[in-house]
């Protein structure tokens, strides 16, 4: 971006140097053209910051899916054991 900075600057002094009116404000075509590319910078950003908290969260939700998942396997053995003991303990 530093290129596109120093055209813009070049672009500006060389439009001063023209015009010589000290209240007329021209926006030189490089100065839009970084003004462009500095506004589509700052959202490629944003964007790019969006996608990691999405991805953060993704990756959370199916670790806890993960843990969830082990406490119901161990929900229905723990289960499984108590009628086995229930059953052994009227038998006897």
């Given at each position: 971006m530093d290129w596109a900075s120093s055209e813009a600057a070049k672009s500006r002094r060389m439009i001063e140097q023209i015009q010589q009116a000290g209240d007329a404000q021209v926006t030189t075509v490089e100065e839009s053209a970084l003004a462009l590319?500095?506004?589509?910078?700052?959202?490629l950003n944003d964007s790019l910051k969006q996608y990691d908290d999405l991805e953060k969260?993704?990756?959370?939700?199916r670790n806890?899916?993960?843990?969830?998942?082990?406490v119901q396997e161990r929900s229905k053995k723990d289960t499984r054991m108590n009628r086995q003991v229930s059953l052994f303990v009227v038998t006897c």
């Open positions: 590319l500095f506004e589509a910078h700052s959202m969260m993704a990756i959370e939700e806890l899916n993960a843990v969830m998942k082990a």
